[in-house]
């Protein structure tokens, strides 16, 4: 490296020649990086902090062990229905606020269970009101085509004086493969229903 005293002498020569700023930088870069080169060994790299790659974010578990404190308490109140929880919590040896927590889950099991088995014959008694409709309008077409084509405007008056509505009248219809076509009624053509074959 240049000694101190020669830098100052470089850099008072250059300042006394009034040069713009821009020009002295650049002179001073043409002159000193090729001295520095020279006057020593080659100053060592500045090391680069190498980026570690970000860890990924740990996944919670979801399952609990089957000998968690959650688990013992609940084995707990199963076993002791009626003991206030401060004691499932000691026999269960977990925190009490483990117990109530244990609690809760018993009960919307619980709530969860009687909503699935109330639902399930209200379903069953549905499907059966419907399918029950359902032949009682596919009854009430094959009785009114039996004596031949008649028409729409007719089988849905009756229809609505024998209590088909109108929806189920058109599964039947279709259960039925009943035939739509149009017929010359007195100088009107109407669309009118017939059993198939």
Do not use: Y
């Amino acid at each position: 490296m240049l000694p101190a005293s020669d830098l100052t002498e470089i850099i008072a020569n250059l300042s006394a020649l009034n040069l713009q700023p821009n020009t002295a930088a650049q002179i001073l870069a043409a002159v000193l990086v090729p001295l520095l080169r020279s006057s020593g060994p080659p100053p060592e790299p500045i090391p680069i902090r190498e980026k570690r790659p970000r860890s990924k974010p740990q996944k919670r578990k979801t399952s609990r062990a089957d000998d968690s404190p959650r688990e013992r308490a609940i084995a707990a109140l199963k076993a002791n229905p009626g003991v206030p929880l401060s004691d499932i919590a000691k026999l269960a040896g977990c925190a009490r606020s483990t117990a109530v927590n244990a609690r809760n889950d018993l009960a919307k099991k619980a709530r969860k269970q009687a909503r699935k088995s109330a639902s399930a014959p209200a379903a069953t008694s549905v499907l059966a009101k419907q399918t029950a409709r359902r032949e009682r309008a596919q009854r009430f077409l094959r009785d009114e085509l039996a004596r031949g084509p008649r028409s729409v405007s007719d089988i849905e008056e009756r229809a609505a004086k024998a209590h088909v509505d109108q929806h189920t009248l058109e599964q039947a219809r279709g259960d039925l493969g009943v035939i739509t076509s149009r017929g010359n009624a007195g100088g009107v053509q109407a669309v009118q229903w017939s059993l198939p074959g």
